[in-house]
């Protein structure tokens, strides 16, 4: 069965360096999100993109934020200067409609020191 | 704005009892509903969802959720759990007439089950 894949599954960074995380979507899926989790509780949206470009982003999604799709598979989120409170649980997922459900990754947990 | 509201932090179960997981939701318009399971370190699977017609709506591992629009809730439901469905459970709901693509979670429900 096709999946999201994410990558690292683990990172570890100081504080004010700048990270990239990476996702792999499903192969024919449109439609593609950043999620983050802190402490296993509340699923919180940072931002979807579609048609290369962003189509929503959260009050979360600030400057230090930034998406890319660079080569039709993957898709990135790079976090420019990271903050202690950055550190979370971050999910990738895709989807094929825009009615559909959501397909996420296993996560990448990002710690800031 | 959208939101879903799980009003349960925590739900705990016979193994073998029926079980009742909580979500009320808030939208403009019409809305589509999800119910996602999460098990220890891992990412969110999807279990089912509401769009439109029944309101009744059958998922996967026996999971079943009923949409009431006059109460604007989806409880989830199981006629008999399991040790194995202990996990974490999120309500979510996407605004259709606002054409945006963002999916609002809830703040989640814990299931323990007991054998």
């Known amino acids: 069965e096709p999946e999201v894949t994410q990558t690292p599954s683990h990172q570890v960074t100081q504080m004010g360096q700048e990270v990239i995380l990476r996702c792999v979507p499903i192969s024919n899926h449109l439609y593609f999100y950043w999620y983050r989790q802190i402490l296993g509780q509340k699923v919180e949206f940072l931002v979807s993109?579609?048609?290369?470009?962003?189509?929503?982003k959260s009050e979360i999604f600030d400057d230090q934020f930034s998406v890319e799709r660079p080569d039709g598979s993957n898709f990135t989120l790079k976090i420019r200067s990271t903050k202690l409170e950055d550190s979370a649980m971050y999910f990738c997922?895709?989807?094929?409609?825009?009615?559909?459900?959501?397909?996420f990754g296993e996560g990448s947990r990002l710690t800031v020191l | 704005a959208q939101s879903v509201a799980q009003p349960e932090d925590q739900v705990n179960v016979a193994e073998g009892n029926p079980l009742t997981v909580k979500c009320t939701y808030s939208?403009?318009?019409?809305?589509?509903l999800f119910w996602y399971v999460q098990y220890p370190n891992r990412g969110l699977q999807f279990l089912l969802k509401?769009?439109?017609?029944?309101?009744l709506v059958k998922g996967s591992y026996g999971f079943e959720a009923e949409f009431n629009k006059s109460q604007t809730s989806f409880h989830l439901k199981k006629p008999s759990a399991l040790v194995s469905d202990s996990a974490l459970y999120f309500c979510a709901v996407r605004d259709i007439p606002g054409g945006y693509q963002k999916v609002t979670f809830g703040t989640g429900t814990k299931l323990q089950v007991i054998p």
């Open positions: 993109f579609y048609n290369n470009e962003i189509s929503e």
């Open positions: 997922a895709s989807s094929q409609k825009n009615t559909g459900e959501l397909f």
């Open positions: 939208v403009s318009g019409n809305p589509y």
């Open positions: 509401y769009i439109t017609g029944d309101n």
